[in-house]
């Protein structure tokens, strides 16, 4: 089982539609998750960060997170196309030190006129 | 206030050869990681750094190896070079009380010839 799994996309959406981006971890002590956008030939951009199980809502975009299913949620409401990127979702180890974060290998979001 | 910056941005090498990459971490972050993102492995951990002291290390071999200086600026070296080093590098800042949170800088994109 790999430690932080995405699905890999495409994700096609309908500008104004709602995307909703999905992973998954195995480590059963992580603390923290966060989700970061990466334009293409860009660098990642942390976008959200989320700790305690439930919604965390950030202007049009919420995160959602439970622990006993070990899942991660993003949801992008009224998207944009302005919003087409990957989004990584990130996950800390529970073991050793806290700057060691775990990706996923990104969810690619096509957001059409 | 400033963030991450990283030089150079674009770097071609050859077989053999070895390379050091920068990091300068946002004002007043004393945390850097050390990432590689690969088209197929995705975003790796190499390295954190904290008050010049290595904390943690993903697993990559002994070709790949960091140091942090006093003002918390870091670089990495890569000794050797092999084709499949050609990556993105990317460093991420954080504040000593939240190492989890990462900023990334732009990246040090690497090609091996």
């Known amino acids: 089982q790999k430690e932080v799994e995405q699905n890999s996309g495409p994700l096609s959406v309908p500008e104004g539609a709602i995307a909703s981006l999905n992973c998954t971890y195995s480590?059963?002590?992580?603390?923290?998750f966060f989700w970061y956008r990466q334009y293409s030939g860009k660098s990642p951009e942390l976008i959200m960060s989320?700790?305690?199980?439930g919604d965390k809502e950030d202007g049009r975009f919420t995160a959602q997170l439970n622990k006993a299913s070990q899942y991660v949620s993003l949801l992008i409401r009224d998207s944009q196309p302005s919003d087409s990127a990957t989004y990584l979702c990130a996950v800390n180890r529970s073991r050793g030190s806290q700057g060691n974060l775990i990706f996923g290998k990104g969810t690619k979001l096509s957001v059409k006129p | 206030k400033a963030g991450v910056t990283q030089t150079p941005r674009y770097l071609i090498k050859t077989r053999g050869q070895q390379v050091t990459l920068s990091c300068s971490p946002i004002s007043g972050h004393r945390s850097v990681s050390w990432y590689q993102q690969t088209p197929g492995q995705g975003l790796q951990f190499l390295f954190e750094?904290?008050?010049?002291?290595?904390?943690n290390k993903g697993n990559f071999p002994g070709r790949f190896s960091g140091r942090q200086f006093s003002n918390s600026r870091s670089e990495m070296n890569v000794s050797t070079l092999e084709l499949g080093d050609s990556a993105l590098y990317l460093c991420?800042?954080?504040?000593?009380?939240?190492?989890?949170?990462?900023?990334f800088g732009p990246g040090t994109r690497l090609t091996v010839l």
């Open positions: 989320i700790y305690s199980n």
């Open positions: 750094y904290f008050s010049e002291t290595q904390r």
């Open positions: 480590d059963r002590g992580s603390q923290s």
């Open positions: 991420a800042s954080s504040t000593s009380t939240r190492v989890d949170t990462q900023y």
